[in-house]
Each structure stands twice: as C-alpha cells, then as structure tokens.
T-cell receptor
Framework: GESVGLHLPTLSVQEGDNSIINCAYS??????FIWYKQESGKGPQFIID?????DKRQGQRVTVLLNKTVKHLSLQIAATQPGDSAVYFC??????????FGTGTRLQVFP | DTAVSQTPKYLVTQMGNDKSIKCEQN?????MYWYKQDSKKFLKIMFS???????INETVPNRFSPKSPDKAHLNLHINSLELGDSAVYFC???????????????FGPGTRLTVL
C-alpha cells in the first residue's frame, strides 16, 4: 500500500545550525507534497508545499527539495531557532486524492 | 481571529456514550475535513466535504457520522464510543478541493477525546 515515511524520528540541532528533515514516499504517481509543523497541543501548521513539476521551492528560512527519481522529499530550515522545535510532517497526494501523511519527525533545538 | 475553530478542546467521556465535536471555519473555504491523530502522532483523514457534499469517506466505523449544515461548519458525531476512539481529532479546511489552485489545508487546534 501507499506509505510516506521519515528516516529519522527525532532530530536534535543546535540553535543557529541548519536542519534537514527527510521524507521518503512510495507512490510514484504523487504529484503534490506538503510540509506541516505541529507544535505541542496545536494543530498542524502549513509550512511549504511543492508540486511535482518542481525540484525546489523556497520560503522564508525554509526550502523544500523534491527528488522524484528516488522518491525523496526534504525540508531544510536555515538558522534553526528554538521556536522551530516541533513535530514536522510530510504529506503526499496523487492528483485529486486525499493527503497521506508521514509518521512525523520531532525537531529539538538546543541553545 | 480564529480561522478554524473546534469545540470542545478536551472531551472526556465513558464508553458507550454519544458525543459530538463541532468545527467552524471563517475563511470562506469550500472544503472541510476531519482527521484523527493517534497516540503515535499518526494523522489520517476520516472525512471530507466540499460545498456540503461528502467527498471522502475513509474506512471509518459507521458510528462516526459527519454533518455539514453549511459550508462553514462540519461537525462530527460519534455513537457508542469505544476505548479505541481515544485520539486527537482535527478539523481542517481548504479553499478548493484537491488539485485546485488554493487547496492548502488549514487545521484547527484539535479536540482531545478520551474514552474511559
């Protein structure tokens, strides 16, 4: 069946360093990908998305990279801050189907 | 201003009871969703409505019944609650249905349901 997974369940980084959160997906027909951030006790918050006709998309301090050849998605956070501490989810979708979420990676930022 | 709101935030109830969770969005979106997040943080869609019409109905027990009185509201009613229903339930909304120009989903704060 379809699956979206993450390589690392927990990522610890020092404040100011760059963070890279990885995600592998299995459905080669997926054409839309999205990253969400979920802080403790809150709902998922949209960070950035990318469609399959792109390899890279940048936002404010965040960059999403898509490698369709190996079905890999990554979220890069520049100059990680304590406020970036959260669980990060990738999700994929094929055409007009539902979003399928990955299992999540917890990002811990240390001073 | 709360974009997607849910009530209640916490719900503790006994097995066998019937309960409802309400969701409202003031974003003017056409599509609304219900998700369930289990204790391992796994997030899975349950239902989706577009313009009050049911679009997605995942493999969910028929004890769960969504109701959309209008585009801004999507409520979730659960009959005969079971222990396994304990989870955090999230409502979300998007301007368009999947594949539309504005299909980004915005989530509510969640309702933590605990069944004793």
């Amino acid at each position: 069946g379809e699956s979206v997974g993450l390589h690392l369940p927990t990522l610890s980084v020092q404040e100011g360093d760059n963070s890279i959160i990885n995600c592998a997906y299995s459905n080669s027909a997926s054409d839309y990908f999205i990253w969400y951030k979920q802080e403790s006790g809150k709902g998922p918050q949209f960070i950035i998305d990318i469609r399959s006709n792109m390899d890279k998309r940048q936002g404010q301090r965040v960059t999403v990279l898509l490698n369709k050849t190996v079905k890999h998605l990554s979220l890069q956070i520049a100059a990680t801050q304590p406020g970036d501490s959260a669980v990060y989810f990738c999700a994929e979708r094929e055409n007009t189907d539902k979003l399928i979420f990955g299992t999540g990676t917890r990002l811990q930022v240390f001073p | 201003d709360t974009a997607v709101s849910q009530t209640p935030k916490y719900l503790v109830t006994q097995m066998g009871n019937d309960k409802s969770i309400k969701c409202e969005q003031n974003l003017g979106h056409d599509t609304m969703y219900w998700y369930k997040q289990d204790s391992k943080k796994f997030l899975k869609i349950m239902f989706s409505y577009n313009n009050k019409e049911l679009i997605i109905n995942e493999t969910v027990p028929n004890r769960f019944s969504p109701k959309s009185p209008d585009k801004a509201h999507l409520n979730l009613h659960i009959n005969s609650l079971e222990l396994g229903d304990s989870a955090v339930y999230f409502c979300a909304s998007s301007q368009d249905w999947a594949g539309g120009i504005s299909d980004t989903q915005y989530f509510g704060p969640g309702t933590r349901l605990t069944v004793l």
